[in-house]
């Protein structure tokens, strides 16, 4: 399997990214670089100023204002159109809102899950936006 970590940081920050991840982890940690080969056992960190697409089994970069701040909807259209049904997508955290995070389902007519926003103590803050969206399932 292959970790691919989306950010969204700007160009004017330096990331941490790739040593906080590997002091949590045995796999091998990297920052991507334009035409890395996504190799199993790896874990990915886009760079700041950047989003990424996977492409022939391949992570490219791209400017961020190019993904038009949906750095995760960009990246996960591309795990969809690349990998088809072999693709999983986790987001681990989101805004307030459901937008940049709806390539699985319109690409590859996969589906989202996340808990139901009564069963966590932290419900206020989870956005219901994505729950009334067609594409979002309750698990």
């Not at 004017?12 to 056992?41: F, K, Y």
């Not at 989101?94 to 966590?120: I, N």
Request: proline letters at 7%.
């Amino acid at each position: 399997m292959v970790f691919v970590v989306v950010s969204h940081l700007s160009p004017h920050v330096e990331s941490l990214m790739p040593e906080i991840l590997q002091r949590c982890t045995v796999l091998n940690v990297q920052a991507i670089h334009d035409g890395l080969p996504a190799e199993a056992d790896q874990v990915y960190v886009t760079p700041p100023g950047f989003s990424v697409i996977l492409e022939g089994g391949a992570l490219y970069l791209r400017p961020l204002e190019d993904a038009q701040g949906h750095t995760i909807d960009t990246f996960f259209r591309s795990l969809a159109a690349d990998q088809g049904e072999r693709a999983v997508g986790v987001v681990l955290s989101w805004a307030a809102t459901a937008r940049g995070v709806r390539g699985p389902s319109k690409v590859a007519g996969g589906c989202w899950c996340r808990t139901r926003p009564w069963q966590r103590r932290s419900s206020r803050q989870c956005p219901r936006a994505p729950l009334r969206r067609a594409w979002l399932t309750l698990c």
